[in-house]
């Protein structure tokens, strides 16, 4: 470790420095560029391959033609300058064609995948006439969408559309079957893609808006686990101000690595900027493979073999309960792996460690941190310090990340725990709702904006930072309940019979303010809540004694996360019982 004076103030020390070779981050700058300009300054050559998609290679110079073909019959149908662009569609090479399309004619993307009804508000209040969605959304749904959000009308896009129908597997096949009805959407009010494109070649009037990398571009939705869905709104700057500091990330000197997007959506702020952007920004292959069912993720890591797979733990423990990867399979091909999406304990970062190990892969699993308004990654896994704990490393080198006095711009010294606050070229510019930005983008005494993320943890003297739990819940007579080091007590004392655990925070319903756990637990074959539950108390402070312990066959997900929520509701609807 490097030799230097701590003042106690992370945000004036930035001791996560140390670990970014000079060379990397000297003249480190957020490009002032458009997303399509910083790529075609990136890219490797217009004959390479930018995107696989089920078999069809798509070079950077089909990238171009096709974007300008989808900008000029995008004004076509109406769309213009400061407009927001609804658009259902997954990872499919057509998204990435929107959203360069949008940003030459001055609109943004809109994207939500949440229930119809939230889908529907989202799009009455952008005043969109038309929206682009796959050709398997429902003749009822699109009904919805004309009748509630008053459109006129639909691009359809058949997921088909860019793929080698001989390259599909059959598990892809299935999955998309499972995605039709028996009334998809039709009739004079949709058109399909290769009918949209067509009109835009009848186009004569101005394609292209003034050029302004900070208005809005990408608008996406909060996932709504841990509270109300929010509208977070990005521009090219903030997205770029992302990809910029991490497109070094899985590169490799020797060969040109391979990226493979398996089922996640674009309506998410990660997936557009550092799943999709940022490997296209750094000379890696992007595979696309949205239409693969989350449970046969499994099947496409094998088939692809990629270098780099980004996931989540929903993913990787899908992936081991599955059971399917033979035992000698080999997973060298992976140079990097890590989740990211949500915290990750010490039990689940074992057992992924131990999948990798026994399989010929021995990179380090690391988990990440960030968040949709902050443009995505906040940290980076470049840190001597073990990995577990709720480590979730260092700060991106253009980002300062210090611990504060909850709802406060006090700051706090290291190895204090308080609420994490994020200051960066790639926080958003803000929610759709004025007052809900005011909330957690707050002018700190030191000139400078402040997210406040609402997540407690601290910081190390090396800059390490170390998520705790979401929010503060303090428990009727004293005890703060942070979640992960709770989980991590269990998972260290290596309790015999439990193959997973987690603790859900929720209102104490006789102390207002106050909060109360409950632990719900994965069992062994054999073993019940008798047997663990004099471990459990032995491992645990007064405070943090679980109200119940509740059995479930395996960990449940909503949004790709761990159903907090969903339990919390249950819990609080009595569905459990607690006696």
């Not at 239409?291 to 081991?320: A, G, K, Q, S, T």
């Not at 994965?522 to 008798?530: E, F, I």
């Amino acid at each position: 470790m490097m030799n230097r004076t701590l003042t106690g103030k992370p945000s004036v020390d930035r001791p996560w420095m140390q670990y970014y070779p000079t060379e990397m981050v000297e003249g480190l700058r957020v490009p002032e560029s458009t997303v399509c300009e910083y790529l075609k300054e990136q890219c490797p050559g217009e004959s390479v391959v930018a995107m696989h998609y089920y078999g069809t290679d798509i070079t950077w110079h089909e990238v171009y033609e096709q974007v300008d073909k989808t900008a000029r019959a995008l004004r076509a149908i109406g769309f213009g300058e400061g407009d927001e662009i609804p658009v259902f569609l997954r990872a499919v090479p057509e998204f990435m064609y929107l959203l360069l399309a949008a940003e030459q004619i001055g609109a943004s993307l809109l994207c939500r995948d949440n229930t119809i009804e939230e889908n529907v508000a989202a799009v009455k209040k952008s005043g969109a006439k038309m929206i682009f969605a796959h050709d398997f959304l429902s003749h009822k749904n699109f009904n919805a969408y004309r009748t509630g959000a008053g459109i006129r009308g639909a691009v359809l896009l058949s997921p088909l559309h860019s793929a080698n129908r001989m390259k599909i597997p059959d598990y892809c096949w299935n999955y998309l079957d499972s995605l039709y009805t028996s009334h998809p959407a039709y009739g004079p009010c949709t058109i399909s893609w290769d009918e949209f494109l067509k009109l835009g070649e009848d186009f004569e009037g101005v394609v292209a808006a003034p050029r302004d990398i900070n208005r809005p571009l990408f608008r996406a939705y909060t996932s709504g686990s841990t509270g109300p869905s929010k509208q977070v709104i990005h521009s090219a700057y903030t997205m770029l101000a992302i990809v910029q500091q991490m497109n070094f990330y899985g590169a490799s000197s020797q060969f040109r690595p391979t990226w493979l997007m398996t089922h996640l959506t674009p309506a998410l702020v990660a997936v557009v900027v550092s799943m999709l952007l940022m490997p296209l920004a750094s000379n890696k292959l992007l595979i696309l493979s949205p239409f693969v069912d989350v449970n046969d993720v499994d099947l496409e890591l094998m088939r692809y073999c990629p270098n780099c797979w980004p996931h989540i733990p929903m993913f990787i423990e899908l992936v081991m309960r599955n059971g399917r990867v033979p035992d000698d399979y080999d997973l060298s091909h992976l140079i990097s792996a890590g989740a990211g999406c949500e915290a990750y304990n010490n039990i689940q970062l074992k057992r992924a460690q131990k999948f990798l190990d026994d399989h010929n892969c021995h990179v380090r699993y690391t988990t990440g941190y960030g968040c949709s308004e902050a443009g995505s990654n906040m940290t980076l896994p470049m840190t001597a310090q073990p990995i577990g704990n709720g480590n979730v490393g260092v700060p991106l080198p253009l980002t300062d990340i210090s611990v504060f006095k909850p709802g406060t711009d006090k700051e706090l010294t290291y190895n204090t725990v308080g609420e994490i606050c994020q200051c960066g070229p790639g926080t958003m510019l803000g929610y759709d709702d004025p007052v809900a930005t005011a909330k957690v983008i707050k002018l700190h005494s030191d000139g400078r904006r402040w997210l406040h993320t609402g997540d407690i943890g601290y910081m190390t003297e090396d800059g390490t930072i170390y998520t705790l739990t979401r929010g503060c819940a303090t428990r009727y007579g004293g005890g703060e309940l942070a979640t992960l080091p709770m989980e991590n007590r269990l998972a260290d004392a290596e309790i015999e019979g439990i193959d997973d655990e987690f603790f859900v925070i929720t209102e104490d319903p006789e102390h207002h303010h106050c909060f109360v756990p409950y632990l719900f637990v994965v069992l062994n074959d054999g073993y019940t809540v008798d047997d663990i539950k004099d471990a459990v108390a032995a491992c645990l402070e007064d405070y943090m004694q679980p109200v119940d312990i509740i059995v479930l066959p395996e960990r449940p997900f909503f949004h790709y996360k761990t159903n907090r929520i969903g339990l919390r509701e249950d819990i609080r609807n009595g569905t459990f019982d607690k006696n």
